[in-house]
């Protein structure tokens, strides 16, 4: 290891002030692009801004998802009008369900007999 003094003196800015400058704006303009991107992230958009095509990405594949289900199920049979909703009858006129009176009228069987007629005996 060598203690002796060296000369630093060509490395001084002050020595070749046109070259030192020249230095700076070559520098400067290399690091303008990662510069503005940090002050760009620095600021209050940029949480947004990193959430944005996550989540249209995931907007487009949940419509495409649903938009494919619609397709494959066809149009609901809810969407056919009932014959017991659009004519009324004898027993929705004196308080039947209506559920229960379309039963007794397709031949439900005993048990809505049972419920409708009173028992003969009296039980």
Do not use: K
């Not at 692009?33 to 209050?44: C, D, N, Q, W």
Request: charged share 25%.
């Amino acid at each position: 290891m060598s203690h002796d003094f060296r000369d630093l003196g060509p490395l001084d800015p002050r020595h070749d002030a046109e070259r030192w400058e020249a230095l700076l704006r070559r520098t400067r303009a290399a690091a303008a692009s990662e510069l503005a991107r940090r002050r760009f992230a620095a600021g209050p958009v940029a949480p947004l801004a990193r959430w944005v095509r996550p989540a249209l990405a995931m907007a487009a594949a949940l419509v495409l998802a649903f938009g494919g289900v619609l397709a494959l199920a066809g149009e609901p049979p809810a969407a056919q009008p009932l014959a017991s909703a659009a004519e009324p009858g004898v027993g929705e006129g004196i308080g039947v369900p209506a559920e229960l009176a379309s039963w007794v009228e397709a031949g439900g069987g005993s048990r809505a007999d049972q419920l409708l007629v009173p028992d003969p005996e009296g039980r």
